[in-house]
């Protein structure tokens, strides 16, 4: 374990960052309301603020990281918070961390997939309440992974410790997972993308936004017809009435009686 780096060690799958990741990620609380607040959730998982080696200071930009997710969360206060994520990953510790204290949290969480929820950001979004995915949206599954340097018996030990990551990547889905546990861990093995489709099959989403909206505009659609059939009955009730009364006036030879 000596050798074995915590921000080297991923829910995997996460590339090397760069100038254009480190400007793009985005960790910050808006859109404050009094019941509700959103969240944004956007790059790099990691343990801690990075430092940039040859400077010593903080590397620009918002990463994602537990001690400013609570923060975060403590703004928030009682609101019931919108989680929005897109995120291929990162660290492990720091994923596991972020689920875990969100999952104690007093507040209702819905979680909205705004692109990719790969490797790590898959784990924060299962502390969701309930979990919400565009149809055109990712998630990714897989088992950790880790760079190592070292002789063989670090290499054994890394690979004790990513086994033991892999039943923590395991639990975090299981409880939401409908197949196995052995499909699961299948699923998981293969390094798995999934569809919005195949998350609400598997139980790893609740709804996928555009079914939503359709239910909505199907019951607007309901409201309008009603609304026009009453407008129109009267105006036909109307006609119906003048028509009788002009009928009437003109056999009374014009007089109204």
């Known amino acids: 374990m000596d050798n074995l780096k915590n921000e080297n060690v991923k829910g995997g799958g996460q590339l090397k960052p760069d100038i254009k990741q480190i400007l793009d990620v985005r960790c910050e609380l808006v859109n404050e309301t009094e019941k509700s607040v959103d969240i944004y959730m956007?790059?790099?998982?990691?343990d801690q603020q990075p430092i940039d080696w040859w400077t010593g200071e903080p590397v620009p930009g918002?990463?994602?990281?537990?001690?400013?997710?609570?923060?975060?969360?403590?703004?928030?206060?009682?609101?019931?918070i919108n989680l929005h994520i897109n995120s291929t990953g990162g660290s492990i510790y720091a994923s596991i961390a972020i689920n875990n204290f969100l999952k104690q949290c007093k507040n209702r969480i819905n979680v909205y997939i705004d692109g990719i929820a790969a490797s790590g950001a898959s784990i924060i979004a299962m502390a969701g309440d309930e979990i919400n995915m565009p149809s055109n949206t990712t998630m990714m599954i897989h088992r950790a992974a880790a760079g190592v340097y070292g002789n063989a018996e670090d290499f054994r030990k890394a690979a004790h410790t990513l086994d033991k990551f892999d039943e923590t990547v395991l639990n975090s889905?299981?409880?939401?997972?409908?197949?196995?546990?052995?499909?699961?861990?299948?699923?998981?093995?293969?390094?798995?993308?999934?569809?919005a489709e195949e998350c609400k099959v598997f139980g790893l989403c609740d709804n996928i936004l555009e079914e939503m909206e359709?239910?909505?505009?199907?019951?607007n659609n309901a409201d309008i017809k009603v609304s026009l059939f009453e407008?129109?009955?009267?105006?036909?009730?109307?006609?119906?009435?003048?028509?009788?009364?002009?009928?009437?006036?003109?056999?009374?030879?014009?007089?109204n009686e």
């Open 42 to 46: 956007y790059g790099r998982i990691v």
């Open 62 to 80: 918002d990463f994602i990281y537990p001690e400013d997710v609570r923060n975060l969360v403590k703004e928030a206060g009682e609101r019931e």
């Open 214 to 219: 359709d239910k909505l505009d199907a019951e």
């Open 231 to 255: 407008k129109y009955k009267i105006t036909a009730e109307e006609k119906n009435t003048k028509e009788t009364l002009f009928k009437k006036f003109n056999k009374n030879g014009g007089n």
């Open 173 to 195: 889905y299981k409880s939401r997972f409908v197949g196995t546990v052995e499909e699961l861990k299948n699923l998981i093995k293969e390094e798995t993308y999934l569809t």
